[in-house]
C-alpha cells in the first residue's frame, strides 16, 4: 500500500522560499514516476514537477526555472524546493505516485498518477 505524507507548507511573502517534503512508503521500485501537482480553490489541477521513470525532471512552464524536485531514495523523501515564490502559487500541493513505470520519453510533469497524499497547503501573499 503507497502511502505519502507531506509537510513543510506555510505562509510566505512574494519571492519567498519554501521547501515541501513527502515521506512515501509502499513504492517498490525506485523507477515508478512521483511528483507534485497543486490545486488552486477555482483552479484545474496542476502537475508542477515531477520525476519519470528515468529519473529525469519534468517541470510545468509556470515553474521552470523556480522549482527544483528532488527524490532521496535514501530517506524515502521527495521533496520540492520553490524559490521566487509567486502569489499565484497559492494552493494545496500534494505529493503523488504510480505503481507503473510507463514511457519516460513521454512522461511530463502534467501526467496524472495514481496515488496522492493528503496535501500541505502553501500561501503566497503579494
Known amino acids: 500500500q503507497v502511502q505519502l505524507k507531506e509537510s513543510g507548507g506555510g505562509s510566505v511573502q512574494a519571492g519567498g522560499s519554501l521547501t515541501l517534503s513527502c515521506v512515501y512508503s509502499?513504492?517498490?521500485?525506485?523507477?515508478?514516476?512521483m511528483g507534485w501537482f497543486r490545486q488552486a480553490p477555482g483552479k484545474e489541477r496542476e502537475g508542477v514537477a515531477a520525476?519519470?521513470?528515468?529519473?529525469?525532471?519534468r517541470y510545468a512552464d509556470s515553474v521552470k526555472g523556480r522549482f527544483t524536485i528532488v527524490k532521496d531514495n535514501s530517506r524515502n523523501t521527495l521533496y520540492l524546493k520553490m524559490h521566487s515564490l509567486k502569489p499565484e502559487d497559492t494552493g494545496m500541493y500534494y505529493c503523488?505516485?504510480?505503481?507503473?513505470?510507463?514511457?519516460?520519453?513521454?512522461?511530463?510533469?502534467?501526467?496524472?498518477?495514481?496515488?496522492r497524499g493528503q496535501g500541505t497547503h502553501v500561501t503566497v501573499s503579494s
Open positions: 509502499g513504492v517498490t521500485n525506485n523507477r515508478y514516476p
Open positions: 503523488a505516485a504510480d505503481s507503473n513505470i510507463g514511457d519516460c520519453a513521454s512522461f511530463r510533469a502534467s501526467n496524472v498518477l495514481n496515488y
Open positions: 520525476i519519470d521513470c528515468s529519473g529525469s525532471d
